[in-house]
């Protein structure tokens, strides 16, 4: 039986109306997306048509999901709310902090062991505060709730931005910063800017080698890393129909790569079969009764070019398998042409590892169909060249894919079996004899920025289906093509492998002893949350201070971030996860991987006070000290990747006021506003290169901020000659009142208080 199930059963009875209203309030027929947001709008029913891509919107989202890098500072936060319980189903998952090293049973027993105190916090807060705990090793968050809490035509927030992963079952599900979960877990109503929507075709049905994976690589390369900013992206055709629902789910995992929203498929068939797969049937017949509801309409799927903002068209029969990378995921290459892209680009064509898992790629069928083409190699005498790792997806997962013999084919390939976690997809990696070597690793994971996987940034990763993993894994060879190349076996034969096949679902069944889930307490009153004050690993927040209500003056420039800015190069994960309780000291990371614009240096700044170049940190640190305000500058589509909040938290515990970018990436705006920051971009795009590396720096006319206004910015340069820059923004009054406030939970704490 479902969880939560009276929850669902009161979404589904109120959906056919609401769905009808807007309906009538449209006047057209609905997407999916459109009947998702609008039966979840916070006022119930609307007579406002939203304007996409610009009317702001309070939506009231069903349930939160929050992994443990990310749900420290999230409850953290609501702990300071005044809230005694949550007020909608919640859940924590310990999925990042634990390392791959050795192999499953070590590696958990020592991520115990180091972040046990952590896991002891995660535990405590959601027992007292009514949040469902799922213990490490239980499994990746994304495939536990796709397992466990995903329904269609649901609406979730999560704090991580690969939450959108459940949209593999028909909901709109998507990724935020810590604030906004809380927001939801307080009973307040969650903001939105309405999506545009994408519209993605699919025809055909895959055969061979082409998986799930190989149509959001494609998508990727079409649309790049920020094609689909501010957009849902809706997948619908007959093809759509043919993928299984964690195949569903893979697609719409990899949307966060493309800076969507979020993406989601319509209810069909795959996803009953999955649903009753993991004992779900009560969910599968509720759904049923309202199926219309849970697609877009005939007349939307039928004309999609009349109702989606841009449409994209894949026919499954004809796509080939990808191998996207290095560096980005937005660099898709076909494989039929991979040797040639990577000779012409100086790419290592030596494959050292091949990694299969995390949220992505983790489910049964993705092992069975990896696990087919490892049982070639060993079944036609192949030596495997390259080091295997595997990740499943949930203890669920893992002890069925035991019992199956799955595990066992990867073992017979010396494969090492990692933690039901993420491990390598976010940096929790101990990989041996590294250093800085330049290499080539492949992964079905959704990034491969730089240093991501194993902190080298020579480390060239290229994401890939699991079966194509396998394949190259096998082979060794980057180029390596399986549909046309052949391999040389132990008794000096030729031998080609033959197209992967595998189980959308186990023959006998998901089974599982125990699942890692840990209920809260009915009363959560007595439970004590301690965290001590010498704690390394936690520290309570104390409130960001709120506006003077005067302009800022004297600012000084931090630094002038050059090119790619992801969340990763703000606040780098990896070996820096320990600290995501503790504000102070994982701020000592703030924006070390950030390119500055002048000298091409990373975590190396122009110290305004001293003269002389020193760390990011530091350097701010010491402005903060002396009271001088400063400001980052950066280019497009800043704060890319992770919907991580450390990279807005850190910035503005270091005294920086304002961001001002070409462009920024979705989550990562939303999480400055949210903490009281200004998340600025420049009216002129050329403003940029104006600014320099000893500017001060005054803002003319924030005492008049106000929606829709510009900012005006005065660059004094060292010469005394000025430059003036107009900043637009995005603030609605409400997001002004964070900003005054000084940070989106100062109002909840006052309203708390009333």
Not at 367 to 396: C, H, M, W, Y
Not at 518 to 538: E, I, T
Not at 718 to 725: G, K, P
């Amino acid at each position: 039986m479902a969880f939560d199930i009276d929850m669902i059963k009161a979404v589904y009875d109120r959906m056919p109306a609401r769905v009808e209203a807007a309906r009538n309030v449209l006047g057209k027929p609905l997407t999916l997306s459109e009947k998702i947001l609008y039966s979840h709008l916070w006022e119930s029913n609307t007579d406002e048509a939203f304007e996409r891509g610009k009317s702001y919107v309070d939506f009231a989202p069903d349930r939160v999901a929050m992994q443990d890098a990310t749900a420290q500072m999230a409850l953290l936060q609501f702990m300071q709310a005044g809230k005694e319980k949550v007020a909608v189903p919640s859940t924590t998952h310990c999925d990042h902090l634990i390392l791959a090293k050795q192999g499953a049973e070590k590696d958990l027993k020592s991520s115990l062991t180091a972040s046990g105190e952590v896991f002891n916090f995660l535990e405590s807060v959601s027992n007292k505060y009514g949040i469902g705990f799922w213990k490490p090793g239980a499994g990746i968050i994304h495939q536990v709730v796709l397992e466990n809490y995903a329904f269609p035509g649901g609406m979730m927030i999560g704090t991580d931005s690969h939450t959108v992963n459940a949209g593999g079952l028909g909901m709109v599900a998507i990724g935020v910063g810590g604030a906004d979960a809380v927001d939801v877990m307080a009973g307040m109503p969650w903001e939105l800017k309405f999506p545009k929507l994408i519209g993605v075709k699919l025809t055909g049905e895959m055969n061979g080698w082409t998986a799930a994976k190989d149509v959001i690589l494609k998508v990727a390369g079409i649309l790049t890393v920020k094609g689909g900013t501010g957009a849902i992206v809706e997948y619908f055709g007959p093809g759509a129909l043919s993928l299984s629902g964690t195949g569903k789910g893979t697609i719409c995992n990899m949307g966060a790569e493309i800076g969507a929203t979020t993406s989601t498929f319509g209810y069909d068939d795959a996803m009953e079969r999955y649903l009753r797969a993991t004992d779900r049937a009560d969910v599968a017949d509720l759904a049923n009764t309202i199926r219309p509801h849970l697609t877009g309409d005939d007349e939307v799927y039928a004309n999609p070019e009349q109702y989606f903002d841009q449409v994209i068209k894949i026919d499954l029969s004809t796509l080939e398998p990808h191998v996207n990378g290095p560096f980005t995921p937005d660099k898709a290459t076909p494989v039929s042409q991979m040797r040639d892209e990577a000779k012409a680009n100086g790419w290592p064509m030596e494959v050292e590892w091949g990694l299969i898992g995390s949220c992505t790629n983790s489910s049964y069928e993705d092992l069975s169909r990896a696990a087919s083409i490892a049982q070639q190699a060993v079944d036609k005498g192949l030596t495997t060249k390259a080091d295997f790792g595997i990740n499943p997806g949930s203890e669920q997962v893992r002890f069925t894919a035991e019992r199956d013999g799955l595990l066992q084919i990867f073992e017979d390939l010396d494969a090492t079996i990692f933690t039901n976690a993420c491990g390598p997809c976010i940096g929790q990696w101990e990989r041996s004899g590294n250093n800085e070597r330049v290499n080539t690793i492949v992964h079905s994971f959704n990034r491969n920025f730089s240093k991501r996987a194993d902190g080298n940034p020579n480390t060239h990763a290229f994401v890939t289906s699991p079966e194509m993993v396998a394949a190259i894994a096998i082979s060794g060879d980057l180029g390596f093509n399986p549909i046309t190349d052949t391999l040389i076996n132990d008794k000096g034969e030729q031998v080609k492998l033959d197209p992967p096949i595998g189980d959308e679902l186990p023959d006998k069944g998901f089974d599982v002893e125990e699942n890692g889930y840990q209920a809260p307490a009915k009363d959560g009153s007595n439970v004590q949350v301690v965290v001590s004050p010498d704690s390394k690993r936690l520290q309570l927040l104390e409130p960001f201070s709120a506006w003077d209500g005067k302009n800022i003056t004297g600012a000084r420039l931090l630094i002038k971030a050059f090119g790619k800015c992801t969340t990763d190069h703000i606040s780098m994960a990896g070996p820096w996860l320990r600290f995501r309780g503790h504000l102070d000291n994982i701020s000592d990371n703030c924006l070390i991987g950030a390119v500055n614009a002048f000298g091409q240096a990373t975590n190396k700044v122009k110290n305004q006070i001293t003269g002389e170049f020193g760390p990011v940190p530091a350097t701010a640190r010491q402005y903060k000290a002396e009271g001088i305000p400063s400001i980052v500058v950066g280019d497009h589509n800043y704060g890319e990747g992770s919907s991580r909040e450390h990279a807005a938290m850190e910035p503005r515990f270091l005294g920086v006021k304002a961001v001002l970018v070409k462009s920024f990436a979705r989550i990562h705006e939303t999480n400055l506003k949210k903490q009281g920051m200004l998340g600025l971009t420049f009216a002129n795009e050329a403003d940029y290169d104006k600014i320099q590396e000893d500017d001060t720096i005054n803002f003319l006319d924030l005492v008049d901020f106000a929606p829709g206004k510009p900012l005006t910015i005065e660059f004094v340069h060292a010469d005394s000659s000025s430059d003036l820059v107009l900043a637009n923004h995005t603030y609605n009054q409400a997001q002004i009142g964070w900003f005054k406030a000084g940070s989106a939970l100062n109002l909840i704490k006052e309203e708390a208080k009333k």
